[in-house]
């Protein structure tokens, strides 16, 4: 019989592949089969930060993701991909699917570890995060001593995410991008905008970090985190 493949979920950093680990690097280059997503076709960002380290022969496994606000195309995506991803496992070819950041931090490979773990054997690889990696780059800490960090989606709405700034003495604010205005009109109501900083695609070349008060438009890079810092620690 032949022997299954090993399902790899690997975290490949915020941007910057020198921010891969160096067992994140060891699989990825020695994969058979490196699998990742699509945003409506378009090129993976996944893909594009662990390209430098792709095997010559690699087979590239895409899976299109719909960017939609319906749960139903995205599901149905993560379905075809898992049934795509367990034919090379069935035929014996490890699988490395590539995620940015960490892969259970909001990682698309959660989705597909929840379908295909219970059958094939499954290791899950962290990564340097998008917040860790924003603080790391803006030079201040995300929380100390007794300070409590939150983590808010901005897709929460407005009233949830008010609340929560209310009671935070460090936030870390992500999948900014088309929720910029709202969450600075929060900022704004709760006079915490003077200690917002944003950071676009922290690590890549295309780095921007500002005040988020110098900040004009509504939206942003999907890539981009808000850091809000109301503790008593001063650095």
């Known amino acids: 019989m032949t022997k ?52 010559d022969d690699v087979i590239e496994l895409k899976i299109d993701m719909p960017m939609r606000t ?9 379905d075809r991909g898992a049934a795509a991803i367990t034919e090379h496992l069935k035929a014996g070819r490890d699988v490395a699917m590539l995620c940015e950041g960490d892969p259970f931090f909001y990682g698309s ?14 290791i899950v690889v962290p990564g340097v995060s998008s917040i860790t990696a924003a603080a790391a780059r803006m030079g201040r800490p995300l929380s100390a001593r007794n300070d409590v ?5 901005a897709t929460l709405e407005a009233d949830r995410l008010r609340e929560e700034l209310l009671t935070a003495q460090s936030t870390a604010i992500i999948k900014v991008g088309r929720h910029f205005g709202k969450i600075k009109n929060i900022l704004s109501a709760l006079d915490l905008i003077s ?3 944003v950071i676009e ?9 500002r005040k988020v008060e110098d900040v004009e438009g509504d939206s942003l890079p999907y890539f981009t985190t808000i850091l809000v810092y109301t503790g008593s620690e001063t650095w």
Do not use: C, H
């Open 4 to 55: 299954t493949g090993i399902l790899y979920g690997v975290g490949v950093g915020p941007g910057d592949p020198e921010l891969m680990t160096v067992k994140a690097w060891r699989i990825i280059s020695m994969a058979p089969v490196v699998a990742y997503l699509t945003a409506n076709s378009t090129e993976s960002t996944a893909r594009d930060i662990a390209k430098p380290f792709l095997p």
């Open 70 to 78: 319906e749960r139903e195309p995205a599901q149905e995506a993560y």
């Open 109 to 122: 490979f959660m989705y597909i570890f929840a379908r295909l773990a219970d059958r094939f054997e499954t």
């Open 149 to 153: 960090l939150k983590v808010l989606p």
């Open 195 to 197: 200690k917002a900083t």
């Open 201 to 209: 695609n922290a690590t890549r070349a295309n780095e921007r970090i």
